[in-house]
């Protein structure tokens, strides 16, 4: 995850405009917020990167943690909501941290991909830790086996055509081509898994989860999981 982490720290080119880059954060709190279940809800969102509307999101829970691994963009989140008093930020070390069973909800959107299977299994190890017994772990954007770029371009595309966008969406596709992201993409890769193996991973970390219908964001070909504790049985003695 280091080199995405650095890479994301830089002067990156991953949106085509800043009208693409605010609606992008403007659709994700809007999803994030529909998964917040009661007004006094304590929520994670786990490598947030900028998060510009996180104010939308503390506006409908008690408490929002932003944990962002990136130490510049960290440091812009902190200057950013130093004043909301609803809003904390954190590095990753620092979530591992956290009170036991502390979170109503940890939102963990386009992430995944990024990490290697041993990173993603801490991840989960953790998160199983500080959330609540009926809390939910929400882990949107998983990227599929068999769903490859031409759909991200679609998906894009289709996003920007609504929003206004769409000769920036093209030009922001040739410059993202020729950027250190299409180079860094094929030198270390995405993690992709099927929905069977992202279910297999969560239970393994002791975690129970199903896909839902409707993914995160703009792109309808990537997927969306809601995961909770695992049920433990209890056996009798006869």
């Not at 280091?2 to 830089?10: A, Q």
């Not at 900028?50 to 812009?76: D, F, H, I, M, W």
Request: charged share 25%.
């Amino acid at each position: 995850m280091d080199d995405w982490i650095d890479y994301y720290d830089s002067t990156h080119t991953i949106y085509a405009s800043k009208l693409h880059r605010d609606l992008h954060f403007q659709l994700i709190a809007r999803d994030i917020i529909g998964y917040i279940g009661q007004p006094d809800a304590v929520v994670l969102d786990y490598a947030c990167g900028e998060a510009l509307s996180a104010t939308k999101v503390a506006e409908a829970c008690g408490q929002l943690y932003l944990a962002e691994p990136a130490p510049g963009v960290r440091g812009r989140l902190i200057a950013r909501f130093a004043p909301n008093t609803k809003i904390r930020v954190r590095s990753l070390e620092d979530v591992r941290k956290m009170a036991e069973h502390s979170l109503d909800l940890v939102v963990m959107n386009s992430v995944a991909q990024y990490m290697t299977p041993e990173e993603l299994d801490s991840a989960f190890a953790a998160i199983r830790r500080l959330l609540k017994h009926g809390g939910r772990l929400v882990l949107g954007d998983v990227l599929r086996p068999e769903v490859g770029m031409p759909r991200d371009v679609i998906a894009l595309l289709r996003f920007a055509a609504r929003h206004g966008f769409l000769r920036d969406a093209l030009i922001g596709l040739v410059s993202t081509a020729l950027s250190d992201y299409r180079q860094l993409r094929s030198r270390v890769g995405l993690q992709r898994y099927s929905e069977a193996d992202m279910i297999a991973k969560l239970g393994k970390n002791g975690l129970t989860a199903s896909r839902v219908a409707v993914n995160i964001g703009h792109n309808p070909w990537r997927m969306t999981f809601v995961a909770r504790h695992a049920l433990v049985p209890t056996f009798r003695s006869s």
